[in-house]
């Protein structure tokens, strides 16, 4: 395992802050027992948080699935949408709508489910409603990426949620690209929609925990 690209700056950070707590507790050491089992938990919090960080952004050996076929999962977490919907944005249509929470303990990289062209791509600034409102997959900071080729096409949202204060996107519209390769990271908790042709024969259940690159969404 390694730790992603994007979490550098936010575990370096955090290990500076833990050496500093930690040299200031050995040079500066209260007499008080009630103070020192105070200094003690501060430490053990920073402590937590600092492996937290790292295992936040950790990056995962994973053996892929593949299939010219195959949708595979974009996203770590859990399935908690499968339902017909209208797809306002580019389709302007009825879509099979499939959610993927990805809480604050989950893999946050975000992988293509399917090799093809970026047909489409916006980012929306907005609200940091939590994940599973209704209304976040509209109103919340968001990225919209359709991805096409000669047998289907398929639109992602990278959805911000209460702590996810920053989305991350590595392609543009006209890009070739490859099955589980990364197009994008979100930062601590969100959700990853997709949106695929009424009728995709799916794989996944409401409730399913999947593995971004390594579980089959559906079929087409």
Request: net charge positive; charged share 20%; with cysteine.
């Amino acid at each position: 395992m390694t730790l992603h690209r994007e979490g550098y700056k936010y575990i370096a950070l955090a290990t500076v802050i833990m050496i500093v707590a930690a040299v200031a507790s050995v040079n500066y050491m209260p007499e008080s027992p009630l103070m020192l089992g105070l200094v003690a938990f501060i430490n053990l919090v920073i402590f937590l948080l600092w492996f937290w960080i790292v295992a936040f952004f950790r990056l995962p050996s994973r053996t892929h699935t593949t299939g010219d076929s195959k949708i595979i999962c974009p996203a770590d977490g859990k399935v908690v949408v499968i339902e017909e919907a209208v797809e306002t944005e580019y389709f302007k249509d009825k879509r099979l709508q499939v959610s993927v929470f990805m809480s604050p303990i989950n893999v946050h990289i975000n992988r293509n489910p399917i090799s093809g062209i970026v047909k489409y791509m916006k980012y929306h600034p907005g609200k940091y409603l939590v994940a599973w409102h209704p209304k976040s997959s509209t109103e919340n900071e968001r990225t919209t990426i359709v991805l096409g080729n000669d047998r289907t096409e398929i639109l992602m949202r990278q959805i911000a949620g209460a702590l996810a204060r920053r989305i991350c996107y590595y392609v543009k519209e006209g890009d070739k690209v490859q099955q589980n390769d990364e197009f994008g990271f979100i930062r601590f908790g969100s959700r990853v929609d997709l949106y695929l042709p009424v009728g995709t024969k799916l794989d996944v259940k409401i409730g399913d925990v999947v593995k971004g690159g390594v579980t089959v969404i559906g079929h087409y």
